[in-house]
């Protein structure tokens, strides 16, 4: 099979910090590779993901780029994909599921990363009706309702070797070098619950350590506001972590605390931590129920009484479990092998490809 990647051109793949859609991206690709299909990236120049990849951008065009030349990126590669003669064209991008529709001989579809009830819920109400969409959690597809048409749910997978590296004794290493400490990862944002998670291990007398990105106005507001007059002794923020260091860090972890204060659409930072072995602690928000099974790889819990005592609680949890998880449910073969098949089934369907 030959499938065309279209990823959005705002960063690149993978990230070099915060971005959760093309790791993913990233992921699929290898992971489609591996299998033996042929994969053409459509992404910035900037990009290494080691498959195929043409690029109409030299370099990520950062997330204010705007609707006109995320147009121009995705025009351009839906022309790259019918030229390499792709079999299917895997569009991520806003406004280019809809262009392709329009223009393509062959099949498109496309990832919502974003919640189904969102501002941009009119847009999916409209292009599923030409394009199959894939939602990334069962929390994600029951939110859309029956206008939006979800075609089938893909939860996301990870890298388990790239993730661990390739010492046979990872489990063992990780138990070692824990080192007492919560993590959070993610946005400097209220939605992500930072102010939550500074809560939660001040109640619990754990030493939290923060990385966030923080490049919007909005994220350095909330952060000068509410969350730098709580840094201090045991309440570290270290900025936006590189991938290395991300992993670093959560390898070290006793937890990752995860308090959403919104239905996030999937969580991709859950599973990375339990690849490492590193439980969870989170809100039951969004697709949190779906990715951690409470007492096994983590805790769900409400208030931050509940998640503290939860967090008391964590070195009780057996951290190889965390692994065993991802392996079966969150992998990037399973993530790669569900794509393969839902390409498939669009390819046989009646109509597929516009001249078909």
Not at 210 to 229: H, N, S, T
Request: net charge negative.
């Amino acid at each position: 099979m030959r499938v065309a990647m279209i990823a959005p051109p705002w960063l690149s793949v993978p990230p070099l910090g915060y971005g959760g859609t093309e790791s993913v991206i990233d992921t699929l690709c290898r992971g489609l590779q591996r299998r033996g299909d042929a994969v053409l990236l459509v992404a910035s120049g900037d990009s290494t993901c080691p498959v195929e990849r043409t690029s109409r951008f030299d370099s990520q065009l950062g997330m204010d780029g705007g609707a006109a030349r995320e147009i121009e990126h995705a025009a351009y590669g839906h022309a790259a994909a019918e030229r390499w003669g792709a079999d299917v064209v895997h569009d991520h991008t806003l406004s280019g599921p809809a262009l392709g529709a329009l223009t393509l001989p062959i099949p498109v579809v496309t990832t919502c990363h974003c919640p189904l009830t969102s501002d941009l819920a009119p847009l999916y109400r409209l292009l599923t009706r030409r394009v199959p969409l894939v939602a990334i959690s069962r929390s994600q597809a029951a939110e859309a309702g029956d206008d939006i048409e979800v075609s089938t749910v893909i939860h996301h997978g990870v890298d388990l070797v790239g993730l661990r590296g390739e010492a046979d004794d990872a489990s063992e290493a990780a138990r070692e070098s824990c080192e007492g400490f919560a993590m959070f990862l993610g946005r400097m944002s209220p939605d992500k619950g930072v102010d939550v998670a500074i809560d939660v291990a001040v109640a619990a007398g754990v030493p939290l350590v923060i990385g966030a990105k923080m490049r919007e106005p909005l994220e350095r507001q909330y952060f000068d506001d509410v969350v730098r007059p709580r840094l201090g002794p045991g309440v570290e923020y270290l900025g936006e972590l590189d991938r290395r260091t991300q992993f670093d860090l959560l390898r070290r972890a006793s937890c990752l605390l995860n308090p959403i204060q919104w239905n996030e659409p999937f969580g991709l930072v859950a599973i990375e931590a339990m690849a490492v072995g590193t439980p969870v602690i989170a809100t039951p928000r969004g697709a949190m129920p779906e990715i951690v099974e409470h007492g096994v790889t983590g805790f769900l819990g409400e208030s931050v009484t509940e998640l503290a005592e939860a967090l008391s609680q964590i070195g009780r949890l057996d951290r190889d479990a965390c692994r065993r998880r991802v392996a079966e449910y969150f992998s990037m073969e399973l993530l790669a092998t569900e794509h393969a098949r839902f390409y498939r089934r669009v390819m046989d369907a009646p109509g597929a490809g516009r001249h078909s």
